[in-house]
């Protein structure tokens, strides 16, 4: 996950860049220019504190120390949804704004996607300690059956999964945020609107070349 923690570093660091051009002022960022080197702090630290990763204990405390690194992120990404709504919201519809408008949603997605990609391994990572906790295979509802041939006998020698390991049960998500959710939804829908009007423009032009 280190690969995509130094793609965060160097995007945010794109992103700021950028954001600092068009307003010096701009309220977030400070704030985000603090969260990006407390990220950096917390990387060096854990860098320093994991040594053994190669048994399952080690693997293990590897995972709980960078939660803390987690939690930053998540914070980080909330100030980059501020700023990058504040950004948005400042600009005008003048041919010029419209191309640093653009050059804004793209350095914001780059961070925004090196973000969640690290997130989601650590969720992965996550749910196979909870699962195997002790880096063996054991029973797992819906996932993992362990069955000899006696088993297999009493199930007339069937060996479709489902007989076997049952339904998992339903397992909420704990670190699902629904307002950073419907922000996100928010940005991407007003992407798209964006798109649909420069489409709109492109086809009005081609209609006006062609006398129609």
């Known amino acids: 996950m280190f690969g995509y923690i130094k793609e965060i570093k160097n995007s945010a660091k794109e992103y700021i860049s950028f954001v600092k ?3 010096e002022k701009a309220e977030s960022l400070e704030q985000l220019l603090e969260e990006t080197k407390q990220i950096g702090i917390a990387i060096n630290d854990y860098k320093k504190s994991v040594s053994d990763i190669k048994t399952n204990k080690g693997q293990v405390k590897a995972y709980t120390q960078f939660e803390t690194i987690i939690i930053k992120l998540k914070s980080l990404r909330k100030l ?6 504040e950004s948005i919201e400042s600009f005008t519809q003048t041919r010029s704004s419209k191309k640093a408008k653009a050059e804004l949603e793209d350095t914001h997605e780059n961070v925004l996607q090196a973000i969640k990609k690290t997130i ?16 063996k295979l054991i029973d797992v509802a819906g996932l993992v059956k362990l069955v000899d041939m006696k088993d297999i006998e009493e199930n007339d020698y069937s060996l479709t999964p489902g007989r076997y390991v049952g339904v998992a049960p339903e397992e909420e998500d704990e670190d699902f945020d629904f307002e950073q959710t419907m922000q996100e939804i928010h940005t991407e829908l007003g992407q798209l609107n964006d798109e649909s ?16």
Not at 120 to 135: D, G, L, T
């Open 21 to 23: 051009s068009l307003d």
């Open 80 to 85: 980059l949804e501020q700023s990058f709504k």
């Open 120 to 135: 989601y391994f650590y969720k992965q990572i996550s749910w196979h300690i909870k699962h195997f906790p002790k880096a």
């Open 197 to 212: 009007v420069k489409l709109a423009e492109i086809i009005q032009s081609n209609f006006e070349e062609l006398g129609i």
